[in-house]
């Protein structure tokens, strides 16, 4: 079992930064790959970005490429996702999201556990 909870979120101007954190408890962190999705109003939840198990492999979402990046601390067992050059278009609540696997993918069927979400804000 895995628990997620993510913090960092809040509100920003357009071209501003945020850095979201996950803090996951549970054994299986360092040996399962972990996301970040994001779901607007009225909208699917998707992808952003995802990262394998050692941090070593990452894979974003076009929308986000070379404006967030996703890392990770084994040794603190938290997630990261800083986001930079904000858009009120990335106006969502963020999700982190843990694999039982070590697979890099979009699918959100592939995540296991999921946190509560933290809303993020852009304004124009």
């Known amino acids: 079992q895995v628990q997620l909870v993510e913090s960092g979120g809040g509100f920003v101007q357009a071209g501003g930064s945020l850095r979201l954190s996950c803090a996951a408890s549970?054994?299986?962190?360092?040996?399962?790959?972990m996301a970040w999705f994001r779901q607007a109003p009225g909208k699917e939840r998707d992808f952003v970005a995802t990262?394998?198990?050692?941090?070593?492999?990452?894979y974003y979402a076009n929308s986000v490429k070379d404006r967030f990046t996703i890392s990770r601390d084994n040794a603190k067992t938290t997630l990261y996702l800083q986001m930079n050059t904000l858009k009120p278009e990335d106006t969502a609540v963020y999700y982190c999201?843990?694999?039982?696997?070590?697979?890099?993918?979009?699918?959100?069927?592939?995540?296991?556990?999921w946190g509560q979400g933290t809303q993020v804000t852009v304004s124009s």
């Open positions: 999201a843990a694999a039982s696997g070590d697979a890099l993918t979009g699918n959100k069927n592939w995540y296991d556990y």
């Open positions: 549970g054994r299986t962190f360092s040996t399962s790959a």
């Open positions: 990262i394998s198990s050692s941090g070593r492999n990452t």
